[in-house]
């Protein structure tokens, strides 16, 4: 595999940091490594696979050098401004913000679930939504085999989906202080608010739960509602799924199907204690399924606990396994 | 209204203490009343209506003195073998463990949804489960409008609901100290886990819930499935509810009917961050719903976001309720 360049945009960000790492780990061929980020930390140093590098000002200007693929995570107003610049100037951009997610022409990509839509790119790639990626990796399993119908979610979300701020929230709030992110106090509370509200009553958090679910599973008119919560927990989201299949199912292959899928670790031994938890989960690069259950109010139903860690397997993690994706098809 | 003779069993638990409280803040019209509990609290002084008492170690002859109403708070085991003792000695016991629940021959009320029910004893009422009291509160309403079809509950529950080892286990969680009573830490955790596990994958907790309803709501075979989830939060517990209708229904119609209806509070100005939550719904009486919005995947499907104090509306002040309902009727 021929080494790439690659720029990381939003370097100093909980994801951008997390990029570092998983680029590292998971020994990513790179040529040349570029770290960008705002002008108030240019010049800060960042180290990778032992070599010391300083952090530049994004600019347009950055684009013009040999760069293949550069990894946004800095916000949606600065995808918005930049992606296009990048792509214009041939660089092809993985994109964890929200901006371009539901552009009909920017693929929205979970490696297990869609991989072959990389390749219709034209030269932005989104990375969906945290808590929509960890639901769509089970789901799609399910989806091939029953073929979803209905899918209610709701979401035990961590601080660390608000990056840095989201932390120091819960972390000051459990030493009794003021919120200064959320507009309420998260330690000790659950907040039934994420991102911000949209005509209809729904979150935007939770219509991009509705719209990426459809994108990423292909299926337009998929019924999908969604309730998300923050919860005072610091790292990885949870997911109660309740879903509805089309067709009949035996409850033993469908958790067996679900084992066998890559990407997937199926903790569902309930009796035993055993099922996913964040505290289990954090740090971890897969989808955590458990407590798989039959919904009996339903002929074809299925309950499922869903557990990911939300920065890696929801945010940096995917984006650098779409990043793989590219690199396959060079 | 005549003054009754009261006996509180369980009277140092978390529910129990609340019993007191809340049996003084509504100005009960108690003649006497006694404090039960086990041989190791056998002498505790309790201070009620600015009078000083004495546990007694709870036994069988206690039940030979005048008592009108005993208000059980002690656990499933010792329901099972003193209320029907106090029954068989003419005391009406309102019973707040599950033991009872669903007998067919105990009734098992919230009085804003089934109060007649109550009319119906032979010796022992039974109070529900904290999480279902909260949710048929509302669903009570929409049900008479709208006639519910099917119920999907996903529970964010307070620690409080496992009483003091609860409370302990976040305590002692958050300063790094692993739990005593849970099967993992609950500090900076969710535990999709609360009660024991039955056949079928589900906890009793959501045996419990999905029981309940059918029992309260008086419709055997409604369709509802449950979720349950223990989050670290010291008190008060929320639920998403999503709940479909058989008949078409206007949403601010049924908002005003909410608004309307004895013991909930609607926080729905979503926009300006307004909606229940634990933190400003502890220490009250009363059912709070917020993120009142319609499901667009059904033809005639709600989300509703309901909290409540466990401890208060699922517990004690929903049992003193019963037996204020018992005062009216004597």
Known sequence: MNKVNIAIVGATGMVGTT?????????????????????????????????EYEIEELTESVFDRDIDIALFSAGGDISKKFAPIAKAKGVVVVDNSSFWRMDPDVPLVVPEVNASDVYNHNGIIANPNCSTIQCVVPLKVLDDAYKIKRIVYSTYQAVSGSGMKGIRDLEQGLLGNPPTNYPHPIANNCLPHIDVFMTGGYTKEEMKMIDETRKILGNPTLKVTATAVRVPVMNAHSVSINVEFENAFDLDDAIDMLSKSPGIIVM?????????????????????????????????????????????????????QIAELLLQSR
Chains 1, 2 share one sequence.
């Open 19 to 51: 990029f570092i790492k998983v680029l590292e780990e998971r020994q990513f061929p790179i040529e040349n490594i570029y770290f960008f980020a705002s002008a108030k930390s240019k010049g800060q140093k960042i180290s990778f696979m032992g070599a």
């Open 268 to 320: 569902n031994d309930s009796p035993a204690n055993d099922y996913p938890m964040p505290l289990n989960v954090s740090g971890t690069d897969e989808v955590y399924v458990g407590r798989i259950r039959r919904d009996e109010s339903l002929d074809h139903g299925l309950n499922l606990w869903v557990v990911a860690d939300n920065i890696r397997k929801g945010a940096a993690t995917n984006t650098v």
